[in-house]
């Protein structure tokens, strides 16, 4: 086994996909968490998203 291989060089993408009940459930969460962490454009994509589908 080498120290250097392949994936040494292969960039890893991951993602998440939510479902509208799972984004109702937990967005408030995920609001609060954003802007803990001071990511305050993932705040506002999830408070956009709840305000679209509460109505």
Same mark, same amino acid.
């Given at each position: 086994?080498? +120290? !250097? ?7 890893? *993408?991951?993602?998440?996909? *939510?479902?509208?009940? +799972?984004?109702?459930? %937990? +967005?408030?969460? %995920?609001? *609060?968490? &954003?802007?803990?962490? +001071?990511?305050? &454009?993932?705040?506002?994509? !999830? ?9």
């Amino acid at each position: 086994y080498s +120290g !250097v291989n392949l994936d040494s060089f292969m960039k890893t *993408i991951t993602f998440q996909k *939510i479902t509208t009940e +799972g984004i109702l459930e %937990i +967005g408030k969460t %995920i609001e *609060i968490m &954003a802007e803990a962490e +001071g990511l305050q &454009a993932h705040k506002n994509a !999830v408070t956009l998203r709840l305000k679209q589908l509460k109505g």
